[in-house]
């Protein structure tokens, strides 16, 4: 069955960085758009980065571009997500997904706070 599993969260300064993980298994990896996304307390759930199959195309949200990199190695069947210059209002759980379809991870915590 599709797993998709997070890591790499938790507490930093602001102006930190931290490096988030996304452990694939049950498809074929590089079959497959992967997306992160981020869900704030009280907000909805938002669309952070997307890359293609090979890692050949991104793209990010306005509000994270120039700080943080998605990237991907299909051969370990992992997606990354490289955080830098956070600020408390990155402050979210953070998702993988797999792209187009219902499978999501189950988050992982990435609090920003002096």
């Known amino acids: 069955q599709v797993q998709l599993v997070e890591s790499g969260g938790g507490l930093v300064q602001p102006g930190g960085s931290l490096r988030l993980s996304c452990a694939a298994s049950g498809f074929t990896f590089s079959s497959y758009f992967m997306s992160w996304y981020r869900q704030a307390p009280g907000k909805e759930r938002e669309l952070v980065a997307v890359i293609t199959y090979t890692g050949g195309s991104t793209n990010y949200a306005d509000s994270v571009k120039g700080r943080f990199t998605i990237s991907r190695d299909n051969a370990k069947n992992t997606l990354y997500l490289q955080m830098n210059s956070l600020k408390p209002e990155d402050t979210a759980v953070y998702y993988c997904?797999?792209?187009?379809?219902?499978?999501w991870g189950q988050g992982t915590q990435v609090t920003v706070s002096s």
């Open positions: 997904h797999l792209g187009g379809t219902r499978y």
